[in-house]
């Protein structure tokens, strides 16, 4: 249920800030400074994506101060991360 209201927040902020392909969300990740990815909606019911979704709401609640969702951790660890999720 959690995972559906940032979601709904999120893509709502979305069309409000820039374009992202249709089937595709954009996510701030770091821990410091944010870089912004664009990651297909498809990741989004993956265990493991799911996983850092839910730090993201026990860090940040439902309020994503980059407009988007925001996962709290290191870059290279969401790239070793999105990098798995693409190949299955």
Do not use: W
Not at 57 to 80: A, Q, R, V
């Amino acid at each position: 249920m959690a995972i559906r209201q940032i979601l709904r927040r999120s893509l709502s902020n979305e069309r409000r800030t820039s374009e992202v392909p249709k089937g595709h969300l954009s996510v701030y990740v770091g821990e410091g400074e944010k870089k912004r990815f664009v990651i297909p909606l498809s990741y989004l019911n993956h265990p493991l994506f799911q996983d850092l979704l839910f730090q993201a709401e026990e860090e940040f609640g439902f309020h994503h101060p980059m407009g988007g969702i925001t996962i709290p951790c290191s870059e290279d660890l969401f790239i070793d991360l999105t990098s798995r999720l693409s190949k299955t």
